[in-house]
């Protein structure tokens, strides 16, 4: 495919559109980044060496959900050759509003990266937010050719894998699996502290992964839950319905309940599929002790690196003042029973590879 994104001007200089112009500088794409806060603008441009474009080929709105339709029509106006794209993860009505207050809606698309971090800002940007990530592009007859195809060499571009969705579906899809999570994460931790949860020094990797979305920003997701309250909604209420249930069970010492929505919990879990949206893979993990020494880790990697496997995921259990530290490897079945064999040989504490 012949590459026409060449000039791409930023708006909004936060973790998303940062990550997105540091993906694409490593490319040798020049960027530019403007933001309202002056301060945000410099910080954004230093880390990707922004430079001034007049005429972009693409120009991408990263802004919150109030601002965005101002933004878009503004630049479609003021940039009537360039193709207008926005990042928002709630679609609602913008497709239509655009087309009625713009006569260059043909030069809008719409999308939404399914990657983020539970901290915010140019600071926390990273080139490589998005590889392996879903990118979700909005249908609409009003789209131009161009601004698909510009679409598809951005989300190629920072590593992504494009998926079309209607604008009514994307807002369905996202209220079941980004904004329902946040809500269940902040709920967690609104539980805990009014209940007066202290001893966090005892807590286990659980926690502190369905803790993890409550550290995000509440101003940025209380706005993006109203936004879509309509399609989250439905979802709560069957949460409720579900914690519910699982109370009732407890009550009743009704067991085999109980049992019956845990196995439906591993079933869903089970269907989470792997990277780039293929099938789910189903690893072993090598745990291993290492002593509480800095570089352990790291003489790890260089272990794999040495006999060439690769690790698809890991975890870390440690608590403070403890001499030893778990740490399991998730690997492809061959790989896992290789780097085993080669680690115990080289005198490092591993244990029986186990399935899930």
């Given at each position: ?87 928002a993860s709630v679609k609602s009505n913008l ?30 940007a990273r080139s490589d937010l998005f590889v ?225």
């Amino acid at each position: 495919m012949v590459q026409k994104l060449h000039k791409v001007k930023i708006v909004g200089s936060g973790l998303i559109g940062t990550s997105i112009a540091l993906a694409l500088k490593s490319k040798g794409i020049a960027i530019q980044m403007v933001d309202k806060e002056a301060h945000s603008e410099r910080l954004a441009n230093d880390l990707v060496d922004g430079e001034v474009i007049s005429d972009p080929d693409l120009i991408i709105v990263s802004a919150s959900i109030s601002a965005n339709l101002d933004l878009i029509l503004q630049y479609l106006k003021s940039h009537p050759r360039s193709i207008v794209l926005d990042i928002a993860s709630v679609k609602s009505n913008l497709l239509d509003e655009v087309v009625k207050l713009s006569d260059n809606a043909a030069n809008f698309i719409s999308s939404h990266p399914m990657a983020g971090r539970e901290v915010s800002g140019a600071q926390s940007a990273r080139s490589d937010l998005f590889v392996g990530r879903a990118w979700i592009g909005i249908t609409s007859p009003n789209t131009s050719e161009l601004a698909k195809e510009l679409l598809e060499e951005l989300v190629s571009t920072s590593g992504s894998s494009l998926y079309w969705l209607t604008a009514k579906e994307h807002d369905q899809t996202v209220a079941a699996i980004s904004h329902l999570p946040q809500v269940l994460s902040t709920a967690l931790a609104y539980t805990l502290d009014k209940k007066k949860v202290k001893s966090f020094n005892l807590s286990g990797q659980g926690l502190r992964d369905l803790l993890r979305l409550s550290g995000s920003n509440p101003k940025l997701w209380s706005e993006l839950l109203m936004a879509n309250k309509e399609a989250l909604d439905s979802y709560l209420t069957v949460m409720s319905e579900s914690i519910a249930s699982i109370q009732e069970s407890l009550i009743k010492n009704d067991r085999k309940t109980l049992e019956d929505i845990f196995a439906i919990g591993n079933r869903v879990y089970e269907g989470i599929p792997g990277k780039h949206g293929g099938q789910s893979r189903n690893y072993s993990y090598l745990p291993i002790v290492i002593e509480d020494q800095p570089g352990q880790l790291a003489k790890i990697f260089e272990e794999c690196a040495k006999i060439e496997v690769n690790i698809e995921d890991l975890s870390i259990e440690h608590s403070p003042g403890q001499q030893t530290g778990l740490i399991t490897l998730a690997l492809n079945d061959i790989d896992a029973e290789k780097l085993s064999n080669h680690l115990q040989s080289a005198g490092w504490n591993v244990h029986a590879i186990k399935s899930r």
